[in-house]
């Protein structure tokens, strides 16, 4: 079978398979272990519950929205800190967002912003892996944070009122 069709194949299958990753330590930059891909209900550009039902952790949020290698927020989006040295102005300002906008409503947008703005150049950190279109190698058939990682950055952006 050629590459392309096995590409192919694995992003097709990539909803249903389950993510490897190389990282033996949750604190590395180093692609996530093992997890199952997760359902998630949009309901008024919102998601409401949790993905998987988790909760987030708002240290370990702050340190994946300011890791080069994970969430990287600070590429495009201003935020409050004074020990971060450069930020993006691609993106709005994420300072006071806590206080601003509902949880389910930053969920979505961190989640995967293109199911209702197919423009936006940001991208989807937890988007159903079968339609993220010429994913890296590395990423095919999964996200590009965990469902845990997402729910720590969802719980520190609240945080910020």
């Known amino acids: 079978m050629n590459p392309a069709a096995k590409a192919i194949i694995a992003v097709l299958l990539g909803a249903a398979l389950c993510r490897v990753g190389a990282a033996a330590d949750p604190a590395s930059s180093a692609l996530p272990m ?11 550009l919102m998601i409401n519950e949790p993905l998987c039902g988790l909760k987030g952790d708002a240290q370990r949020g702050r340190a994946i929205a300011t890791d080069g290698n994970r969430g990287n ?3 495009c989006h201003n935020m409050p800190f004074a020990d971060v040295e450069a930020y993006g102005t691609i993106g709005p300002s994420l300072a006071g967002i806590g206080g601003r906008y509902p949880e389910g409503y930053i969920r979505m947008r961190v989640v995967d912003t293109k199911s209702f703005n197919p423009a936006s150049i940001m991208p989807g950190y937890y988007r159903d892996p079968a339609k993220i279109h010429r994913p890296a190698t590395a990423y095919v058939g999964r996200t590009f944070l965990t469902a845990q990682q997402v729910e720590d950055v969802i719980a520190f952006l609240m945080t910020m009122k």
């Open 34 to 44: 093992v997890e199952s891909y997760c359902q998630w209900q949009q309901t008024d």
């Open 73 to 75: 927020c600070v590429a």
